[in-house]
């Protein structure tokens, strides 16, 4: 089989509300870079890249991508060494993008996800399958709460919760007094049962306010305190002064990240994503390091579309250590069944078929490859010029 040829598209889905966090209160989700890759024995695949210009890696390690980004780099620079290959040779595949392009990992995820597609549906396996296997059929919702007002995060969470949410995560680490009051006025409206998560974005000024912060938050139950500050040694530091367990997301995109964040002692588990190394192959291998090292994990990511979305759940099934609730979105076409709140950030989805949904969690389709039908009258109408 032979890659034969790819068409890119940029949408801009419609969004529930406005979903910001600490580095990002501008610019809007929802705007994603899809990929369809098309081989010589008719099967195709789709792969996805929600790219954000403002979303990089710890002391610009990690520069941004936007969706225009991505479908250059594709088009003038990854196109030559992609097409021609077998697109299920993983390895080879990422060895000629790697030699094509440094870094840009959200434009090799879209391929990689695509390529995975094409090969679930070539041996008429779900995308798990090539990943090792299924550990688990569903990934538990954590409801993400963007900065908002604090009676506006309780209204939301107490709405999820209804739904079936068993975990909220608050995005922090702009207003230390609001972060605490958030996290306290949570704890007394949801009770004890429901998991709270917070996740600061490398927000505050610095470790001392990190600390001070998130051990006023620990007096009400903390699940994890995700990325407080910035960098793997500044972790570090946080972590050896508060109780919660550390989770590394801006700190944690490779594998040599990973080492690094032992090092340090920085990080008792890490948002793994599809995206940030690259894609399945890469995130596969990133996650089995850290299984190696002691480390466990959710799947983290940037709010896909359903395409997307597939592609961390197939992820998420298939690592041992992927045990924490992630903010995997309850993918769904307008008009049909599923929530309306928990887990739902998009009015509208490019996919056919809602998610499953059961008891607070995503289930993981089990069609071939992403095991999702892609609409593509969906895909005009929120087409971005």
């Not at 889905?13 to 929802?30: D, E, F, N, V, Y």
């Not at 890469?282 to 359903?306: F, M, W």
């Not at 289930?363 to 039908?373: H, R, S, W």
Request: one cysteine or more; a negative charge; glycine letters at 10%.
């Amino acid at each position: 089989m032979k890659i034969t040829g790819f068409e890119l598209y940029r949408i801009a889905l419609p969004t529930r509300r406005q979903h910001t966090w600490a580095s990002k209160m501008t610019a809007p989700i929802g705007h994603h870079a899809i990929i369809r890759l098309d081989s010589d024995e008719g099967i195709s695949g789709w792969g996805e890249a929600p790219a954000g210009i403002t979303w990089g890696g710890s002391h610009m390690r990690y520069f941004g991508e936007s969706p225009e980004t991505v479908c250059l780099v594709i088009q003038r620079h990854l196109a030559d060494a992609i097409v021609g290959q077998d697109p299920r040779d993983l390895a080879v595949l990422h060895a000629a993008m790697d030699k094509a392009v440094k870094g840009h990992p959200y434009a090799k995820a879209a391929i990689d996800i695509a390529c995975h597609d094409i090969a679930g549906k070539a041996a008429n396996v779900p995308v798990y399958r090539l990943l090792g296997g299924q550990f688990r059929d569903r990934i538990e919702v954590a409801h993400s709460l963007g900065i908002m007002p604090v009676e506006q995060c309780v209204e939301e969470a107490l709405a999820a919760v209804e739904e079936g949410a068993l975990t909220i995560k608050c995005k922090t680490g702009l207003d230390p007094e609001r972060d605490v009051k958030v996290v306290r006025s949570l704890r007394e409206r949801l009770g004890g049962r429901i998991r709270i998560r917070v996740d600061g974005n490398e927000g505050y000024q610095d470790i001392w306010q990190a600390i001070r912060v998130t051990k006023q938050q620990e007096e009400y139950g903390l699940l994890l305190c995700e990325q407080p500050v910035m960098g793997a040694r500044e972790l570090g530091l946080v972590a050896e002064r508060i109780d919660t367990p550390v989770m590394a997301d801006e700190s944690a995109w490779t594998s040599h990240d990973i080492l690094e964040l032992v090092e340090h002692k920085a990080a008792a588990c890490i948002s793994c994503y599809v995206t940030k190394p690259g894609g399945l192959y890469r995130a596969k291998q990133q996650a089995d390091l850290a299984e190696a090292l002691g480390l466990y994990c959710d799947i983290g990511g940037s709010i896909e579309s359903g395409i997307g979305n597939a592609a961390n759940l197939h992820l998420g099934s298939a690592t041992r250590i992927a045990t924490l609730p992630s903010v995997c979105p309850t993918s769904k076409p307008a008009g049909s069944r599923g929530p309306t709140i928990a887990g739902c950030y998009y009015l509208d989805d490019v996919v056919t078929e809602p998610f499953g949904y059961e008891k607070g969690s995503v289930l993981v389709p089990k069609g071939p490859g992403l095991g999702v039908e892609v609409d593509l009258d969906k895909l005009a109408k929120y087409a971005v010029e």
